[in-house]
C-alpha cells in the first residue's frame, strides 16, 4: 500500500523567492514518484518524475525535486518564483509497474504574489 | 496532435439519473483509469483498465461502472447509486506495461466538471 502526504495545503511566495513544497510518500515497493501541476478548471500537467534513475531530478519551467530514501522524501523546488507559477500542485506515488495507477496527496496551492 | 480528449466539459445531472463521461485517446496507451477530484482530498482512483475488455475497481468504484469495448474508449456512468456525484472528473492513460525508454508518466484529459441539480 501506498500513501502520499503533502505538508501545506497552501503555501504562498513573493515573486522571486524560493518555492519550496513539501512531499513525504510511503510504500512497500520502490517507488516512482510524480509532480503534477493543475491550472483551475484543466486537467493534470506532468512537472518531473523520478522512476530509479538520479535522485536529482530536473523537471519543466524550472522545478527540481529531490528523492530522499532515508527521508522519504520527494520535496518539490524552484529558486525563483514566478507568477505564472500560482497553481495546485500534487505529489503522487506508482506502486509497483503500473505508471498510472497513482496515489495523490492532498495537493498544495501555491500563491505568488508581487 | 495524440491526446485525451474528455466530453463533456461541464455536466449537470438530475437527481435519480445516470449520466456517461466520455474518454477518449490517440496516444495508443494499453491503460486507462478514471479519477475523482475533491477539494483538499487530491485525486482518487475510481476505476482502471489495462486491456480491452477487463478493467479493475480503484479505491472509490461504488455508484460508477466503466466499459472498456475499444483500447480508444473508456467512458465512466455515474449512477444513481453514487450519494455525492457532484466533483470534477479526469480520465488518464499510461503505457503498460512500462516500455523503460522513457514513457513512464500518466497523461490527462482536461476533466469534466459534473454538478447535481
Known amino acids: 500500500a501506498q500513501s502520499v502526504t503533502q505538508l501545506g495545503s497552501h503555501v504562498s511566495v513573493s515573486e522571486g523567492a524560493l518555492v519550496l513544497l513539501r512531499c513525504n510518500y510511503s510504500?512497500?515497493?520502490?517507488?516512482?514518484l510524480f509532480w503534477y501541476v493543475q491550472y483551475p478548471n484543466q486537467g493534470l500537467q506532468l512537472l518531473l518524475k523520478?522512476?530509479?534513475?538520479?535522485?536529482l531530478v530536473k523537471g519543466i519551467n524550472g522545478f527540481e525535486a529531490e528523492f530522499k530514501k532515508s527521508e522519504t522524501s520527494f520535496h518539490l523546488t524552484k529558486p525563483s518564483a514566478h507568477m505564472s507559477d500560482a497553481a495546485e500542485y500534487f505529489c503522487?506515488?506508482?506502486?509497483?509497474?503500473?505508471?498510472?495507477?497513482?496515489?495523490f496527496g492532498q495537493g498544495t496551492i501555491l500563491t505568488v504574489h508581487p | 496532435d495524440g491526446g485525451i480528449t474528455q466530453s463533456p466539459k461541464y455536466l449537470f445531472r438530475k437527481e435519480g439519473q445516470n449520466v456517461t463521461l466520455s474518454c477518449e485517446q490517440n496516444?495508443?496507451?494499453?491503460?486507462m483509469y478514471w479519477y475523482r477530484q475533491d477539494p483538499g482530498q487530491g485525486l482518487r482512483l475510481i476505476y482502471y483498465?489495462?486491456?480491452?475488455?477487463?478493467?479493475q475497481k480503484g479505491d472509490i468504484a461504488e455508484g460508477y461502472s466503466v466499459s472498456r469495448e475499444k483500447k480508444e474508449s473508456f467512458p465512466l456512468t455515474v449512477t444513481s447509486a453514487q450519494k455525492n456525484p457532484t466533483a470534477f472528473y479526469l480520465c488518464?492513460?499510461?503505457?503498460?506495461?512500462?516500455?523503460?525508454?522513457?514513457?513512464?508518466?500518466?497523461?490527462f484529459g482536461q476533466g469534466t466538471r459534473l454538478t447535481v441539480v
Open positions: 488518464a492513460s499510461s503505457i503498460d506495461p512500462p516500455t523503460g525508454k522513457g514513457n513512464t508518466e500518466a497523461f
Open positions: 510504500s512497500s515497493v520502490p517507488p516512482y
Open positions: 523520478y522512476t530509479s534513475a538520479a535522485t
Open positions: 503522487a506515488v506508482a506502486g509497483g509497474t503500473s505508471y498510472g495507477k497513482l496515489t
Open positions: 496516444l495508443n496507451h494499453d491503460a
Open positions: 483498465s489495462q486491456i480491452v475488455n477487463d478493467f
